[in-house]
Every structure is written in structure tokens, then in C-alpha cells.
């Protein structure tokens, strides 16, 4: 059935709008954080996208454009009853034209990963939720408080190896409420810090970024003895055999897992600091 785009509107969303779309996302199973919703919009507030049919709001897509030449997708959802009848196709459109000729990623679920191809993304690899019960670690830890790093230290930190600068929505995350951040610092150089933030099921951390195994291991015990109730989620991007070694170390169980997929050539990141991916929704 194709949809009658004269009661389907989309519009860009509002930051009201976010417990919306973080709802869609939290009916999906994907576990949003409990204060996302600030934080990605502050990542591009103009990113964001409502489908409204005859007023209802139906749908959502978030395509956050990092830079001139590269966005994300994600938070790509119509409800149930919705589904199959032209809405999401419009929102995908919508949010592609939003991004232009830019660069485009997404971490697409395995069911989708087909229409993707025919949208003409291409898999760059596999990313993987793990998860394992909260576990307090009894260690001398040499991190300090990431708050307390000068913040244009680990804004290009961040950038080296996310690929582009996220300084608006760095500074919301770190700040986020109930949210414990980390840093390695040696001789004035950062070289690593994770956060830990709570979900509507237990605790994500994300991102982790470390410059060598030990200091992600040192991070992953230090971040989650800060929390005790609930599962622990952790990203993982699966060519990252490091990474691996630690989800494996700590008995973490995969859950999930998405295809990183890429319209056109994939950025430069360097992956092999990457122990936990940001969002599955942001990049
Ligand atoms: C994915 C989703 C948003 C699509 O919404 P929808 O309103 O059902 O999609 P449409 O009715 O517009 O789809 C029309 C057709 O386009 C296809 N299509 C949808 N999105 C597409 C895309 N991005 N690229 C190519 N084809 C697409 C559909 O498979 C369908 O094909 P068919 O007619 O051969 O079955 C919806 O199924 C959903 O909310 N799923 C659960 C959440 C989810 O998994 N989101 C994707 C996360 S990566």
C-alpha cells in the first residue's frame, strides 16, 4: 500500500520530541540511555525527523551530519501497526536528502541489511552487543576523572579516532546525569577514557577508547565498580581483536549485533582504539 502523503507529514523534531523517538527506540529492545534524549540532539538539533500521520506522531529517523562531508543515521522506526505501507520509505528520503552528498553510516539490524544494500550502503564490518552481570573490581586504578581533563584535550583526542569533531555533544555526554567518565592521562597526554551511563536495562558503556589493551581493561573495571545494580552493555566492533579479548576475558555474552554500513567511502577511524562503540544510533 503506498502511503497518502497528504495526511503523512514530516517535520524535524524538537528537543520535546526526543522522548518520542528514544521511546521507539526503547520499545525495539534497543536500550536507550535514561538521558540520551539532550545529548544526541545536541549533536545536530536539525538531525532529527517526526512522521506524523494525521497528527500521530508514527515514526522517526535521525541523520546527525557531523561535518560537510559526513552524517549518521539511525533511530530509523515506524510503530508496528504502521509498518509496510510507504511511512518509512519517506523518512529514510527524507533523512538521506537532509545529508546530501555527504558520506553516510549506519549500524543496520540484520534484517535490514538487504534494503540497506539496495539503498546502496555497503557493510564495512559487524558490530556486537555484549553484555555480562555488573561486577566490582578491587583495583588501584590511575585514572583520573575525565571532567577534570582539560575538554580540548579530549575533544581531539576523540576526533583522532572517531574521525570528526563532536564538541557540542562531548560536552553534554560527559555531563550527562548519573553518567561516570574516565580518563588515562600520562605525562599530560590522554591516552584513553570510557563512560558508563544508565540504560533503561543496567548500564552501557560507550564510548571506550584506549590507546593500548591494558589501559581499555583498566577503564572497563574502573567504569563499571562505579555502578552495581543491573546488566553491563558493551559496543564492540568485531575487527577490533583486542576489544574481543576483552569482552571475552570478562565472560561478556554477544546479545545483538549490527552491520556498519557506509554510502560511499567509509572515514578514517582508527578502530583499533575503539573497546566500546559511542551509540549504535549516533556512530
Ligand atoms: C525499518 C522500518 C522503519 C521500515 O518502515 P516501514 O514503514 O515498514 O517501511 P516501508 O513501508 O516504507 O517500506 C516499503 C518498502 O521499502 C523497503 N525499505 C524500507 N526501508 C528501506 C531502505 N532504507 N532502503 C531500501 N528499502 C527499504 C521495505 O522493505 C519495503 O519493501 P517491500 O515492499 O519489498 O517489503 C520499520 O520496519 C521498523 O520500524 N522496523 C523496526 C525498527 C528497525 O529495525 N529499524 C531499522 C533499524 S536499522
Known amino acids: 500500500m503506498i502511503a497518502n502523503s497528504k495526511n503523512f507529514v514530516i517535520r524535524q523534531a524538537s ?102 544494500k539496495r539503498s546502496h550502503f555497503v557493510l564495512a564490518y559487524k558490530n556486537s552487543r555484549y553484555q555480562a552481570p555488573i561486577h566490582s573490581f578491587s583495583t588501584s586504578s590511575t585514572l583520573v576523572d575525565l571532567t577534570d581533563v582539560p ?22 555526554w560527559i555531563s550527562a546525569p548519573r553518567a561516570f567518565c574516565f580518563a588515562k592521562i600520562e605525562n599530560e597526554k590522554l591516552l584513553g577514557y570510557g563512560i558508563i551511563r544508565p540504560c533503561v536495562q543496567g548500564y552501557k558503556i560507550g564510548p571506550l577508547f584506549a590507546d593500548s589493551p591494558a589501559i581499555a581493561e583498566e577503564l572497563y573495571q574502573t567504569l563499571s565498580s562505579k555502578v552495581s545494580d543491573g546488566p553491563l552493555f558493551l559496543d564492540v566492533p568485531e575487527i577490533n581483536t583486542s576489544a574481543i579479548h576483552l569482552v571475552t576475558k570478562y565472560a561478556m555474552k554477544k546479545v545483538f549485533e549490527t552491520a556498519r554500513m557506509y554510502r560511499k567511502l567509509p572515514p578514517q577511524q582508527l578502530l583499533e582504539k575503539v573497546y566500546g562503540v559511542t551509540t549504535f544510533e549516533l556512530g
Do not use: C
Open 151 to 172: 575538554f580540548h584535550i579530549l575533544v581531539e583526542y576523540d576526533e583522532a579516532i572517531f574521525g570528526f569533531s563532536r564538541v557540542a555533544f562531548l560536552k553534554s
Open 15 to 116: 528537543l520535546n520530541d526526543m522522548d518520542f523517538i528514544l521511546e521507539l527506540a526503547e520499545q525495539e529492545g534497543w536500550n536507550p540511555g535514561l538521558h540520551d534524549a539532550a545529548s544526541f540532539f545536541t549533536a545536530d538539533p536539525h538531525g532529527f525527523f517526526i512522521g506524523e500521520l494525521e497528527g500521530k506522531k508514527i515514526g522517526s529517523i535521525s541523520a546527525v551530519a557531523y561535518d560537510e562531508y559526513f552524517g549518521f543515521l539511525g533511530l530509523y522506526i515506524v510503530l508496528p501497526e504502521y509498518r509496510g505501507q510507504g511511512f518509512g520509505m519517506q523518512l529514510w528520503k527524507r533523512a538521506l536528502a537532509y545529508l546530501g552528498e555527504r558520506t553516510v553510516g549506519l549500524d543496520g539490524v540484520v534484517a535490514q541489511q538487504e534494503n540497506y
